[in-house]
């Protein structure tokens, strides 16, 4: 049986994982690549300690090529009141995500 880990280092994880989002939006207009890579090391993290990561920072990211999305400069979006549904289309790499959309 796996010995469970203590409070204080699942605090710790979570913060540095909220650290990286931080930097990778300060450092997207100025360094695309090292924005992405403060996304990839933060999923990492997340999956060594298994620690889930919050909706938005999930919804917030391509899980295709680690960029951080952003409407208008790295994502387009679309949303049909009829189907309920928010599209979001990443202009890196073309990846589609649809989610449910609520007004």
Known sequence: ??????????????????????????NLNK???????YIKLARKIGMKYNLRLKKEQKRSFCKKCNQLLIQGKTSKV???????????KCLNCGNIYR???NK
């Open 1 to 26: 049986m796996r010995k469970k880990r203590p409070k204080y280092t699942i605090n710790i994880v979570k913060e540095r994982i909220e650290r990286l989002f931080e930097l990778a939006k300060e």
């Open 31 to 37: 360094n695309p690549e090292r924005s992405r890579d």
């Open 78 to 88: 679309e949303t049909y009141s009829k189907k309920k549904l928010k599209i979001i």
């Open 99 to 101: 989610y449910p959309y």
